[in-house]
């Protein structure tokens, strides 16, 4: 039996994203392994919560008034973080009343207080967002999506040892391949931080470190992992889902020009389905801050209660494997062998 | 008669790739109203260009033994870059026996030597590749595009001066409108450097500011003109084009799967082609250095004959419209407010 803590506060719609999430994760995981611990407006919560009665038999609400906007300036968000929905959630994982917890809300004030409550793995100075997503070949690990705005080379380098231990559990490789997010992949290219961090890295023995990739190699495959900052990675994550978006519609639109595409739609529906279901950047929802050394699970703000789902199956699946044990395990004997080395 | 000058020696392929693209500029542009001053190894260029009789004809062909390589550090490149193929071509520009020059060569070292030799437009510091791309809602135009790895806040504020005037002309758009690229749209996201380029661009009355834009954004036509640093830029660019081309293959990867999308597929094929080619990232490519006196459009280094041949398409259009006139016009008149405002 896993108990998660859930911010129902956070995100652009709320209580009611959350909770209907909370459902379905009810569902797919079965009533008897999940338990919730639900932080937020009771007023807003119980109404809603009534309509689910597993839900409600699985959930205990603790009432909290305040929560932590987006528009809030960072050091406030902090200051009032730690009394808000958000913070008491982050206290119960603190506290073992959870294993993990998960929040839409400010990315900010969030892993400024996780790192605070929940603590970081030795040697990493940063927690970094990872987010899994579909190439050519198979899957990529890319990071920091979000986390770390400004980041120095010895920043990249931390994300490159963690990106590796994780790539190492979630994808079965021995030692999954590091490539560093750069305007080109030859050896001059770029800002004096890739160039630091690219030096940085050949140091590292236990680092499977392939060089600079681009862009495209996100999607094409050409490394399991790719480091970047989290201003460019946010930006590369949300211009991948964007073009989704942009061709979905595009197709839609052609097909739907002609008797042909039509018909042709109308045959193999299934596929465009599956496709769809494929490339559903929901699927993809919740990423851990990685580094801590407890489970917090970011969820996007925008997303509704499908991708909210999505994103406590990931803390559940991370709990349930320990996970976060293992990738500080792996961790430790990438950074121990850079010190002998 | 317009004449433009080729770097046959720039990117991947070399002369077979640059004569072969213009040979296709030639058939599309008519005989008689393009001229060619080819610039590289007569060696190489020779053999191929026999070849074709007409683009013999309509070209004068240079004996340059010097070409700058991707590999070479900026410095070094620069240095060698006004004797070799990219800089004759330049050159060629600069003293008015061509109307703009294109080539796929090395981009700093081709930014560099474009800037002292074709002089930049009053009041701008650096110049910007900028792309047109498609949105959900028409086309977006988004900078830099790599010209400029480290930016300023001054020279985010100079990209949303030109592509302001730039989407003025392309898109006959009275005041286009301009997002600056950031991870989140809420004012306090982001780092120091687009925190006070927002700051500056509110005090430009003719430039018509929305505030932040996202990742995503590039694609939804949130804005006209999508504004960010060249290492952001390129990334997502790469980003997109690695999205469009993996939507590609999971699309054939999944109709060929069952009899049902095979028989889609064939009977909608015409739009499967349609699509194919709108989303074709050859039919984007060439760009020129905005901000220059005169025209200079890079080409992907990566390219084929059909997306050099595109780069061409874009010299020749800017030339024959005297766009740089207009683009410099539009500019001063932004330029000039701001600094009675």
């Known amino acids: 039996m896993l108990t998660l803590a859930l ?119 940063r927690p970094a967002i990872p987010a899994s997503i579909p190439n050519l070949l198979g899957k990529s690990l890319v990071l920091d999506l979000g986390a770390n705005i400004d980041c120095t080379p010895k920043n990249l380098v931390e994300f490159a040892c963690m990106g590796s231990a994780l790539a190492h559990h979630l994808f079965n490789k021995e030692n999954p391949s590091i490539g560093l997010l750069n305007v080109g992949s030859e050896s001059l290219k770029g800002n004096a931080i890739v160039q630091e961090a690219a030096t940085l890295l050949k140091g590292f023995p236990h680092i499977n470190f392939y060089g600079f990739v681009e862009g495209n190699d996100i999607l094409s495959g050409k490394t399991d992992v790719i480091v970047t900052d989290g201003f460019t990675g946010n930006v590369a994550l949300k211009s991948i889902e964007g073009t989704v978006k942009l061709l979905r519609s595009f197709l839609k639109e052609e097909l739907s020009r002609s008797w042909k595409g039509k018909l042709g739609y109308k045959i193999a529906q299934g596929t465009f389905n599956k496709l769809h279901k494929k490339t559903d950047p929901r699927t993809y929802n919740g990423a851990p801050f990685l580094g801590l050394k407890k489970i917090a699970v970011k969820s996007h703000g925008g997303t509704d209660a499908l991708g909210f789902f999505h994103a406590i199956k990931v803390a559940f699946n991370l709990a349930s494997k320990d996970f976060i044990g293992l990738v500080e395990q792996h961790l430790n004997t990438v950074l121990d062998n850079k010190e002998k080395a």
């Open 7 to 125: 911010d129902a506060m956070g995100g652009d719609f709320g209580p009611t994203v959350v909770l209907e999430g909370a459902q379905r994760a009810l569902e797919w995981a079965g009533d008897s392994s999940l338990n919730f611990l639900i932080f937020g407006d009771k007023e807003k919560i119980t109404p809603f919560i009534e309509r689910y009665p597993a839900l409600q038999k699985a959930s205990t609400i603790f009432h909290v008034d305040l929560s932590v906007s987006n528009e809030m300036k960072p050091a406030l968000a902090v200051r009032i973080a730690r009394r808000s929905s958000m913070g008491l959630a982050i206290e119960a994982v603190a506290k073992g009343d959870a294993q993990g917890v998960v929040s839409a809300g400010n990315t900010g004030a969030y892993m400024a207080l996780s790192k605070i409550l929940l603590k970081m793995v030795a040697g990493i100075e």
